[in-house]
Nanobody, 123 residues
């Protein structure tokens, strides 16, 4: 079992920045290779935000490319998401995710996910 705990999030005005962090309760070195984030607005499908492998390979959702940056610390089993130039449409609950493959992280169906943290961007 892997527990993911998110920190960060909150409210910010459009154009501002926020940073999300996620820690895994046990090493993902042998269990889960990919960690990342997806987001969801009530009543809508999950939307992939970003994913990173232990070798620091990354992939971003089209709507956040150039504005968000994902990074990890393999020794600490953490993954961070730096969100810049935020827009009102970025408002959602953001979930940290972990899976042996990258696609479930991006499509919102990972083996493990955190409880989520709210991000609200006002115009």
């Amino acid at each position: 079992q892997v527990e993911l705990v998110e920190t960060g999030g909150g409210s910010v005005q459009a154009g501002g920045s926020l940073r999300l962090s996620c820690g895994a309760s046990r090493s993902t070195r042998t269990l889960y290779y990919y960690m990342g984030w997806f987001r969801q607005v009530p009543g809508k499908d999950p939307e992939g935000v970003a994913v990173i492998g232990r070798n620091r390979w990354t992939r971003y959702g089209d709507s956040v490319k150039g504005r968000f940056t994902i990074s990890n610390d393999n020794d600490k089993n953490t993954v961070d998401l730096q969100m810049d130039s935020l827009k009102p449409e970025d408002s959602a609950v953001y979930y940290c995710a972990a899976d042996p493959k990258f696609s479930p992280v991006l499509n919102g169906t990972p083996a493990y996910r955190g409880q989520g943290t709210q991000v609200t961007v006002s115009s």
